[in-house]
C-alpha cells in the first residue's frame, strides 16, 4: 500500500472510529454503536503493523483525542485550560494503553492473548480512574457508553458500569477475530464445529447480556415504600450566585417556591435544593447561617409534616494550627474549604457531608505535597477544597420519628459508581441525591450526560435518585434507571412527586467492582508474560 492510500484508509478508518464511539455518548439511543467502535481502530492497527507504517502512534493518538474533544468539549465553557488539559491528557492514557498493546505483540504474538491484555488494560486503567487516581477524568468510561440505553444494562445490578467496558471489548475483540479470520483465508480451513462455536460464541457475546437486561426489566420488582420529594430549581446564573446582596433574595425565592408547591395531605416532604445553594457557612456554626436559620424556621412554620430539607453550600472550617497542605492562612486562623450538603428541619439540626470526589483544578490541588507549591507560584489558580474521606447519610426523620438515609452525591461524585455504592454499603442509604451545578458549561452535551449517568447509579444500587441541578436537569429516577419526571434546562423550576425507599443490597453493593479487579489482575499477569518474553530468550 503506498503511502497516499494508506493515508486515505487511515483518515476515513479514524472518522468512523471517533463517530461509532462519540455518538452513544452524545445520543441516547446509540449504545450499540459502542459494540463496534473500536472496529476500524483495530482494523487500522493491522494494516499499520503488516504495512510497517512509521509513527503510527499519531494516528491513534489523534483519534483518541478527537474522540475526547467530540464527547467532552464542553468543559471547556467552565475552564478553558482545564478542558483542553482534560481532553489531551486522558487521550494520551489512552494512546499509551494502546501503544503498550502494540508493543507487547511484538513479544507474545499476534494471538488472542495480546488483545486478551488491551481489554484488561483498558479496563483497569478505568479502575484506577475510578478508585485510586486524584487525577481523575472517568467521564469516558466506556460503560458509561450505555447511559442512555438503560434497557440493555439492567445487569449492571451485578457488574457495574466496568462490566459494560467488557462488554464492550469483548464484542469488538471477537468480530474482529471473525472479521480477520475471513480476511486472510483461515476462516475456511476451519472445521464445521469450529466455525459453529466461533459464531456462537460471538453471538452469545453480543445478544446475551441484552436478554439477561430484558428478563432483568420484567422480572425486578421496585419496593413500594413511598417518600414525597419536593426538588426546587432555582435557576440561579452561576457565574453570579456567589454575591452577598443576591443571596437573600436566592433564600426567599426558594422558600416561596416550597411553600407554593407544598402537596396535600402530606405527613413526610423531603425538599432538595442544589450544589453551592448557598455560600460563606462556617460548617462547625452551620445553624447561624442565615440561610440555615430561614430554611429551619420555614419548616418549623408547617408541623403538620415532617419538612426535612437538604441544600448544598460552599462552606469553611477554621483551625488555630494548620490542618493539612490544602489549608489557606486568613487572618489569625487558617482555613479549609469544603463543598458541602447539609440538611435541616424545624429542629434546626444542620447535618451535613463534604464532597470527596473533587474536580481537579477548579476545585482540588491533587497531589498536594507536589501541586501546592506549584500552585503557589502561580498565584493560586487551583482550588484548595477538602474532602472528606467516609461516606456520610443525612437522614431524613420522619414525622413517626423514622430515620432514612440518604446518600447524597454532589455533581460530579455521581460519575464513580462503587464510590456511590458505599453510601449503600457503609451509610445504609435507602435512597440517593444527586446535587448538582452542571450551568458552568452552558447549554452543551455535559448536562444532558451528567444526567443519564446518575440512571447508571440507580441501576447499580436499584435506589431511586432525586436529582436537583441548579440550572437543569433536576429529575426522580426509579429503580431500573428510568427518568420519571424532569424539569426544563435553565428555567426556574419545582418538582413534586415520590421515591420509595430501599433497604436491599445488589451485588455490586455487596461485592464492589469484580470486572474490574480481574481486569487488573489478567493485566499484571500478561504485563509479566511480556516482561519475561523480552529479557529471557526463547529456546
Not at 509513527?55 to 478542558?83: D, E, I, M, P
Not at 425538599?271 to 430554611?295: I, N, S, Y
Not at 492562612?329 to 458541602?340: I, L, M, P
Not at 434546626?348 to 491533587?366: C, H, M, W
Request: with cysteine.
Amino acid at each position: 500500500m503506498n503511502r497516499a492510500n494508506y493515508l486515505r484508509t487511515f483518515a476515513i478508518l479514524s472518522a468512523l472510529t471517533v463517530l461509532l464511539l462519540s455518538l452513544p455518548f452524545l445520543v441516547p439511543g446509540c449504545g450499540v454503536m459502542a459494540l463496534v467502535g473500536f472496529l476500524p481502530l483495530l482494523a487500522m492497527e493491522r494494516i499499520a503493523s503488516r504495512e510497517g507504517v512509521r509513527r503510527f502512534w499519531l494516528w491513534h493518538y489523534g483519534t483518541f483525542l478527537l474522540w475526547n474533544a467530540v464527547t467532552t468539549w464542553w468543559v471547556c465553557n467552565a475552564t478553558v485550560g482545564g478542558g483542553i488539559f482534560a481532553m489531551t491528557a486522558n487521550a494520551l492514557q489512552m494512546s499509551l494503553i494502546f501503544g503498550l498493546f502494540r508493543a507487547a505483540k511484538k513479544k507474545i504474538g499476534e494471538g488472542t492473548v495480546s488483545y486478551i491484555f488491551l481489554a484488561a488494560l483498558w479496563i483497569a486503567w478505568e479502575r484506577f480512574y475510578l478508585v485510586s487516581a486524584e487525577i481523575s477524568w472517568p467521564w469516558l468510561v466506556l460503560g458509561n457508553a450505555f447511559a442512555g440505553d438503560i434497557g440493555l444494562i439492567q445487569w449492571y445490578e451485578y457488574t457495574g458500569a466496568l462490566g459494560g467496558s467488557l462488554w464492550v471489548w469483548g464484542v469488538n475483540l471477537s468480530l474482529f477475530g471473525l472479521m480477520i479470520s475471513v480476511a486472510e483465508g483461515r476462516w475456511r480451513k476451519l472445521l464445521p464445529k469450529a466455525r459453529y462455536a466461533a459464531l456462537g460464541g460471538t453471538v452469545l457475546l453480543l445478544f446475551g447480556p441484552m436478554i439477561l437486561s430484558a428478563v432483568r426489566w420484567n422480572t425486578y420488582r421496585q419496593t413500594q415504600d413511598p417518600l414525597p420529594v419536593l426538588v426546587v430549581q432555582p435557576n440561579i446564573d452561576p457565574y453570579e450566585k456567589f454575591k452577598a446582596t443576591l443571596q437573600d433574595g436566592y433564600d426567599v425565592a426558594l422558600c416561596e417556591a416550597v411553600e407554593a408547591h407544598l402537596p396535600a395531605d402530606c405527613t413526610d416532604l423531603l425538599v432538595v435544593a442544589p450544589e453551592t445553594f448557598t455560600w460563606g457557612m462556617d460548617v462547625k456554626r452551620a445553624t447561624e447561617h442565615p440561610t440555615q436559620l430561614l430554611l429551619a424556621a420555614m419548616a418549623a412554620r408547617h408541623p403538620e409534616m415532617a419538612m426535612n430539607i437538604l441544600y448544598g453550600a460552599s462552606t469553611y472550617e477554621r483551625f488555630d494550627a494548620k490542618p493539612s497542605r490544602l489549608a489557606e492562612r486568613r487572618g489569625g486562623s487558617w482555613v479549609e474549604q469544603h463543598n458541602t450538603a447539609l440538611i435541616t428541619d424545624a429542629s434546626g439540626r444542620a447535618d451535613y457531608y463534604n464532597k470527596s470526589k473533587l474536580v481537579v483544578g477548579v476545585e482540588a490541588t491533587p497531589y498536594p505535597a507536589v501541586f501546592v507549591p506549584v500552585d503557589d507560584w502561580l498565584g493560586g489558580v487551583m482550588g484548595r477544597n477538602v474532602g472528606q474521606g467516609k461516606r456520610t447519610p443525612l437522614d431524613v426523620v420522619t414525622r413517626e420519628g423514622r430515620r432514612i438515609p440518604v446518600g447524597c452525591a454532589i455533581c460530579y461524585e455521581s460519575v464513580y459508581g462503587e464510590f456511590c455504592t458505599e453510601y449503600v454499603r457503609d451509610a445504609g442509604a435507602e435512597l440517593i441525591a444527586v446535587i448538582t451545578n452542571d450551568g458552568w458549561w452552558g447549554n452543551t452535551p455535559g448536562y444532558r450526560q451528567h444526567l443519564r449517568y446518575s440512571s447508571l447509579r440507580a441501576i447499580e444500587t436499584r435506589r431511586d435518585i432525586v436529582r436537583c441541578g441548579n440550572t437543569g436537569i433536576s429529575a426522580l429516577i426509579d429503580q431500573r434507571g428510568r427518568i420519571l419526571s424532569e424539569t426544563p434546562w435553565w428555567h426556574s423550576a419545582v418538582l413534586t412527586g415520590e421515591v420509595n425507599c430501599n433497604t436491599a443490597e445488589t451485588f455490586f453493593v455487596r461485592n464492589g467492582d469484580i470486572v474490574g479487579r480481574i481486569s487488573v489482575l489478567v493485566a499484571l499477569l500478561l504485563l509479566a508474560l511480556w516482561l519475561v518474553r523480552c529479557f529471557v530468550p526463547r529456546p
